[in-house]
Structures are given as C-alpha cells and as structure tokens.
C-alpha cells in the first residue's frame, strides 16, 4: 500500500518537472515522448520516463478510457534490455487530466531485450547515452 501511494504521487508530482519531453516518434494515432533520464549515463542501470500520447481515446485493461500513459522504464546499458517498473494511464493527453490506473508491480515485468530497428532501441540509446 505504502508503494501505491509513492509511485502515485511521483507520477502526479513529476508532471511538470518532466515538462522538457523529447519526441521520438509518431506514428499514426500515436506520438512517442521521453524525459531525460533520472540516472547519470554513465551507470549500468538507468531510470527514464516515456510517455505515450494518442489523438484517439483507448481503453486499458480494466476498461477505462485513456489518451496518454506515462512509464518510468529501466534500462540495462550492458546487456541491452528493459523493463517498466511503473505504468500509469491519464484522462486527458501529454499526461494530464486525471489518473485512470497504475500499475506498479515491478516483478510483473521481466527484463526484455531490446530489438534493433525499433522503438524501444531509439528509447535505449537515449537513456544509455549511445549514438
């Protein structure tokens, strides 16, 4: 419960020391957002926000619907992978309006590798500071 309340505050209260998002992707319905990283470059692990943002509303898994999502990511500069550590959805887009869900459970979301050629690698290279 304790960790509900944290990560929930740190979403509401980071909006807008997060306001310097950098595009890097549109697609469609869908643009494609990060902040610059929490952690220096230079560690292993680094922390970093994205956010999603949709021109068309969308329904998460319990049914409500949403316009953006923002994720605090995990990025393994050394063995290339990421994970989420939390994911929340909002009403409104660029991260506003209000929180429709959370989700936090860290150990839910395993490591993944990162592929080449995608998304997930451009988001990478930013945290990890690699060209």
Known sequence: M??????????????????????????????????????DKTEDI??????????????????????SAKALQEYDCQKMQVRKITLSFFSENMGSGEVVHTYMDAEKWKWTPVSTGTLIESMWKMACGKK
């Open 46 to 67: 680094v922390k970093m926000w994205g956010l999603v943002d949709l021109k068309e509303a969308k329904k998460e898994e319990a049914g409500k619907s949403f316009l």
């Open 2 to 39: 304790h960790k509900l309340i944290l990560v929930t505050l740190l979403v509401i209260t980071c909006g807008d020391a997060m306001a310097d998002w950098v595009k890097i992707g549109a697609n469609g319905n869908i643009t494609t957002y990060v902040a610059p990283p929490l952690t």
